[in-house]
């Protein structure tokens, strides 16, 4: 019997478990991870990830072309480029292996020119979808797009491939909770009133609807009691869609999307350890004047809106860790998904099921 016929939330060890962490882990290294929107890579600029603990390297060439590579040298395997900058060339900090913004290594002290020829760093795939960047760390990888095709139908009216403006931070901050919890608080309203009283509640009427997926995706369609208004736009052009209409949307299993009329917050969550998480985050807008957020209060600067976006993580994050917390409890036990407000962790728990049999069980070793 699968688990998610039992309408019940994940056992506490699918969040605590080393081996089904590993079986998580090799899962997301052949899944496409959002790295931001195309805007956030300009010629010549790059960011540094890791996901699910593989050193990657997103790197913008001065054509434009986005690239993603292995961050790790060819030479004695170190980690290459850290955090984000500009640059044409990287260059190893252990002993100066230099390389190209097309991955192949230009120089190396003291080596020949015909023995560093054929070095390169290895290449993932990469994918444009609606603005954003997708990266992939199997490079034979199925595309994303034609997993998506339902939702995309669902959010087009939204406009999100036309944002023009947009921003993305790596957090530091280190999550002491399971990726799925965050991936789980980051799909599902029902929390709201509670979590985020004063910050996203305000705005939005609850009551989700559910529309099918095809399993790469779940998504909650919810009413919002105005419209944002774009103060660059006229509201009056908007469609009804447009005015009243919040998409809370994961391409599976670890990213996710709040779309808006006028800007869409993403995060990606990036697994290190059973109980320690990371994310990635960004916002886009679709110009620089309609950054604000979903609670009403009409926010101006990048600067705000980062501390916006940092207050409601923080709402989730410290949910998170509560509940990692109460999962060692000797008599915690999964209880009842609600209907619809939480139908998206029964999509998640489908989308393991069918790719990893009897999912969750503990291997044997
Ligand atoms: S490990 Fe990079 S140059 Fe030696
Ligand atoms: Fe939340």
Redesign the pocket.
Known sequence: VAWSDSGRVLPAYAYTDASVFAQDRALLLGEWFAVGRVTDYPPGTYHTLELAGQPVLVWCSKDGKIRAFENV??????V?AEGSGEGQFMS??????TYASDGKLRS?PQVDKDLTEAIALPEFAVEIWLGFVFVNCDKNADAMAPRLEGVEELVRPHRIDEFSFSFMQSSETVVNANWKLMMEIGLESYHFPFVHRDTLAPRLMGAPDAPETNGWWTVSVEPRKHALLPSAEDPESLTDTERSTTFTFGVLPNTVFNIDVDNVVWFSVLPLAPTKSRVIYGVAARNEHCVRPLGGTEIVSVEEYQAWGDRLGAEDNAMSERVQRGLLGKHAEPGMLIRNAEHCLYDMQRYFEARIPNYPEIAQS
Do not use: K
């Open positions: 040298c060819r030479h004695r395997m170190s290459l190893c900090p252990f002993h100066g292996w190396a």
